[in-house]
């Protein structure tokens, strides 16, 4: 028994079985094999054997794929197999938490900076330091009627009254405790309290604020 | 009854890897079911009578557990062949382990397969696979990939770990011997 001695010819007869050949490249062999006793003899064999194990064993699909690892061993993932976009996730998260709450932060202490910051100690350098105190307001248990305009005054009002000094601040003073003699300082304290028995809800009625002046030793 | 895999999918294994690596349960389903048939095929023309369905899940368990070693220089159906001819390796060195049995040559290992006349109907096909289980383990082995699965002698030489040349020879020899024990 020989072989043929066209070795691609010979080379691609498995091909041919297969059906895996262009159309050009087939009609070639096929042309080869209808003239080559050797290759038509293996190709023969070829199909023989292609037959002979064609019956395939069954395999389950299904069980197969439910064996398989379910989550992918890929970079994807972070140690221990844990999906890296849930730590994103939760570092976003926190990131921005951080960030909200440092800018609350932030901003309360610029407020209460502000409030205690005496805006208007431009007065300083005058020589009568104006005190506003408001005058404690009856409470309105039956249900005080809101402002007209809607909007809630401040319980420290600028006052209106025109013997009254117009401040830009309620409460403005300059200078140290110790500039200030006994009485001033009684005095000082009294308006304190009063001011911490004024009442919280506004009032329609003209603010009847008394200012207490406290006069520097010495000014004029 | 919804299908767990697309049968007609025409997405090439790297896309269909790809999507699996992604989450596509689907995607494993697809490459299981192309793939599947062509491994359990190649474990029976190996000799694999019984659990030939063990030896294929195992096979894909193996490969998808490793699949970021898995290079496209070559196919994924080569990369699975040589996974389960290992696999297969393996079961048989432990099967001999049990029977105490250290022959492990390959003209031995061409002899150790039951008849399959009583699989066979056909008269003729008995006679090919009777031809074929004579071969050496390493003639059937480059025989069958190269006849039943088509693949290339470069294929077939990184399935086996052995040269271009080498599956070649192999081949020729197996086809000789086939053709004298049909025909002489």
Known sequence: ?220 | MAQDHEPNDQSTDLELIARWKAGDERAASSLVARHAPALARFAASLGQRVDVDEVVQDTFVRAFGSIDSFRADSSLRTWLFTIERRLILDRRRSARRRRDDTSVDDVDAATEFDPLDEMVAEEAQARVRKAVERLSRLQREVFLLRVNEGLSYKEIAEVLGSTEGAARVHYHNAMRAVKESLYV
Request: net charge neutral; proline share 10%.
């Open chain 1, 1 to 220: 028994m020989f072989d043929c001695a066209n070795v691609e010819m010979r080379e691609l007869l498995p091909e041919l079985v297969g059906g895996t050949l262009d159309v050009a490249t087939r009609a070639r062999v096929e042309q080869h094999v209808s003239s080559c006793a050797e290759c038509a003899s293996e190709l023969e064999t070829l199909r023989l054997v292609r037959s002979a194990y064609a019956s395939t064993p069954t395999v389950d699909v299904r069980r197969i794929v439910g064996a398989l690892p379910k989550v992918p061993p890929t970079a994807s993932t972070g140690r221990g197999g844990r999906p890296l976009t849930r730590w994103i996730d939760w570092r976003v998260a926190a990131a921005l938490t951080m960030i909200s709450v440092g800018g609350l932060s932030l901003a309360v202490a610029r407020r209460w900076s502000a409030d205690v910051r005496p805006r208007d100690v431009g007065s300083v350098g005058s020589s009568v330091d104006t005190l506003v105190v408001p005058t404690p307001r009856p409470v309105d248990t039956a249900g005080s009627p809101s402002p007209s305009n809607g909007q809630r005054r401040s319980p420290i009002q600028p006052s209106r009254n025109p013997h009254v000094t117009p401040p830009k601040a309620q409460l403005a003073f300059a200078g140290g405790v110790d500039d200030l003699d006994d009485a001033s300082i009684k005095a000082l304290l009294g308006a304190l309290d009063e001011m911490d028995r004024a009442p919280l809800a506004p009032s329609e009625e003209p603010d009847p604020t008394p200012v207490l002046r406290v006069i520097r030793p010495g000014a004029k």
